[in-house]
């Protein structure tokens, strides 16, 4: 079988939405699915991949990481792949991307589906804070139910997120496949070697967090429950790995809680080597993002054996289930520190949930994400034969 996808985002920008394509992709082909993906040029050094078509982009105001393909190079690209080249069409992201591969599935008459990563009211609220909340509110659910009835079937990454579109009023099906772990996630990090790199004795508590520097994702609250055990614990250190635009806020928040050297920003880390490192030398992961569909960093800390202490909001609710090595803790910062603080002082816990977590983890197979996804790929192409037949008319998919 062979599917297109077309996707906003891309590596080199780091975020879930990359990950998830580039580990899907590498599993379909052992499932027999043979995928080309259609995304932004970010530079000309973009590292080339198989089967991947980059389309320039423009710059975004105001986001130095994105890029916004232009609509006539992206609509010529797709116009240039030969007919009949493909079976079906997966869109990632639900901007020009998404409208780009509906229209494209319309007129080579096969089958759009979506994955629906993005919960737009929490990204309204935060980057548009002008609008009134029902307003943003109403937009947010209008939008999605909108393009939602523009595909055969929907991928969410997690029950809770289904559950959200489903309260919204979509009635497209939704099917619920996760983005899994790949084998390379559980090659073992080498923490010492992060902690001399960056001159972190190799006694001192760390507390990790790994993600987009962004607003939805609730570092503020990090950073201030950090505040708080640091009364008690004054050698912490907090490490936020990552980029984003909420970057220079955070640290200026940091830096008026009086905690100067001990939150430190390592930006963007190799995914390969120095990502599993950094995972492996923390005492602690923490997370306490409230707009997260799935949550993949959970899973890549625990594959470390990194201790986790996170909120349980949306999406993380189902991978922080109980024996996954995790400690769930309200969104409290008294209440937060001292769960953090629970962990750094007991190496027993430590390693009880390092090691629940890393067998938690293994659950989280790739392979098997992959082969669900697939096939839901054949049946929505087998619907989509079907329904052609039924119709006796030119193949198309339903407006």
């Not at 080199?12 to 040029?41: K, M, Y």
């Not at 198989?50 to 006539?72: C, K, N, Q, T």
């Not at 559950?163 to 990090?189: E, K, Q, W």
């Not at 090691?355 to 087998?382: F, I, P």
């Amino acid at each position: 079988m062979r599917v297109l996808y077309v996707s906003d985002v891309y590596f080199p920008r780091v975020n879930g939405v990359s990950t998830s394509i580039r580990t899907f992709r590498a599993d379909l082909a052992e499932c027999g699915v043979h995928s080309t993906l259609i995304a932004p040029q970010y530079t000309p050094a973009d590292a080339p991949e198989e089967s991947l078509l980059r389309v320039p982009g423009a710059r975004i105001p105001g986001d130095p990481e994105d890029r916004r393909m232009r609509w006539g190079a992206l609509r010529g690209t797709l116009a240039a792949l030969p007919r009949g080249a493909f079976d079906l069409v997966h869109a990632q992201t639900p901007f020009i991307a998404h409208y780009a591969a509906v229209a494209h599935a319309r007129e080579r008459g096969i089958p759009c589906i979506a994955t629906y990563h993005t919960i737009f009211e929490e990204y309204l609220h935060h980057y548009l804070p002008v609008l009134p909340h029902a307003l943003a509110r109403a937009l947010a659910r209008h939008f999605t139910r909108a393009q939602c009835a523009q595909v055969a079937a929907l991928v969410a990454p997690s029950e809770p997120m289904r559950a959200v579109l489903t309260d919204y009023g979509v009635r497209t099906p939704i099917h619920v496949i996760p983005t899994g772990l790949p084998p390379s996630a559980f090659r073992a990090g080498d923490g010492r070697l992060f902690r001399a790199q960056l001159g972190i004795p190799a006694d001192r508590p760390l507390v990790l967090y790994v993600g987009r520097v962004a607003h939805e994702k609730n570092i503020g609250f990090l950073i201030a429950s950090f505040a708080r055990l640091r009364a008690t614990l004054p050698a912490a250190l907090f490490v936020i790995a990552g980029e984003g635009p909420a970057r220079g806020a955070l640290a200026r928040e940091a830096r008026s809680l009086g905690l100067g050297e001990s939150v430190r920003f390592v930006g963007y880390l190799e995914r390969e080597r120095a990502l599993p490192d950094c995972y492996a030398a923390a005492d602690a992961f923490v997370f306490a993002s409230r707009t997260e569909t799935q949550g993949l960093v959970l899973l890549e800390a625990m594959a470390q054996g990194a201790p986790v202490i996170s909120t349980a909001e949306l999406g993380t609710r189902s991978i922080l289930t109980a024996n996954s090595g995790a400690l769930v803790v309200q969104e409290n910062e008294s209440a937060f520190a001292a769960a953090l603080a629970r962990v750094l002082a007991d190496p027993a816990l430590r390693a009880r949930a390092a090691a629940q977590g890393r067998e938690y983890a293994r659950t989280w197979s790739s392979r098997a994400m992959a082969g669900r996804l697939a096939q839901l790929y054949r049946e929505a192409r087998a619907r989509a034969v079907c329904a052609w037949r039924q119709d006796d008319a030119e193949p198309g998919i339903p407006p």
